[in-house]
T-cell receptor, first 112, second 116 residues
């Protein structure tokens, strides 16, 4: 069955630097992959969706890449700020319906 | 746009009582709503998928008689935890998909349930 792997260790980054988070999946390549942000005690918030035919997608300081050969997506935050500190989740569809498989998330800490 | 609300945000109840959690899509119609459970530092665990006007589809291992889901309208789904026990204490989150095939799920703020 499809599995998602995200680095379970917290990622500490100095303010102003670029933070890079990794999402690896194990089996079939999904039609798309999504990234969400979750703050403590809150529901996830959608950030970006990237489709299998897109190599890269950008939104303001965020950039997502999707490598179907490596079965990996990278999530970058440039010019990171303390307000970017949160847990970032990747998710991809189980099949043709709307159900998603979720990674456990990576906690990002931006130090001032 | 695409705002989802949940009520209540926190609830504390005694063991054996039932608790109802509401999930509403405020500015869009949600053909499909999802209910998740999340343990600390763990991934979201899908409990069930709910389509308006039909019975919910429960994931393996989720007791349908314990977690009653109703999706009576395109803007409201409810989750009732029946005869709650301390092991049901968790963070419950709903999400909704915009009707029309959008792939994105919009999440509610979650409900923290504590069963004493």
């Amino acid at each position: 069955s499809q599995k998602i792997e995200q680095n379970s260790e917290a990622l500490n980054i100095q303010e102003g630097k670029t933070a890079t988070l990794t999402c690896n999946y194990t089996n079939y390549s999904p039609a798309y992959l999504q990234w969400y942000r979750q703050d403590p005690g809150r529901g996830p918030v959608f950030l970006l969706l990237i489709r299998e035919n897109e190599k890269e997608k950008r939104k303001e300081r965020l950039k997502v890449t999707f490598d179907t050969t490596l079965k990996q997506s990278l999530f970058h935050i440039t010019a990171s700020q303390p307000a970017d500190s949160a847990t970032y989740l990747c998710a991809l569809p189980m099949d043709s319906n709307y159900q998603l498989i979720w990674g456990a998330g990576t906690k990002l800490i931006i130090k001032p | 746009g695409a705002v989802v609300s949940q009520h209540p945000s926190r609830v504390i109840c005694k063991s054996g009582t039932s608790v109802k959690i509401e999930c509403r899509s405020l500015d869009f119609q949600a053909t499909t709503m999802f209910w998740y459970r999340q343990f600390p530092k763990k991934s979201l665990m899908l409990m069930a998928t709910s389509n308006e006007g039909s019975k919910a589809t429960y994931e393996q291992g989720v007791e349908k008689d314990k977690f009653l889901i109703n999706h009576a309208s395109l803007t409201l789904s409810t989750l009732t935890v029946t005869s709650a026990h301390p092991e049901d204490s968790s963070f419950y989150i709903c999400s909704a998909s915009v009707a029309g095939g959008t792939d994105t799920q919009y999440f509610g703020p979650g409900t923290r349930l504590t069963v004493l």
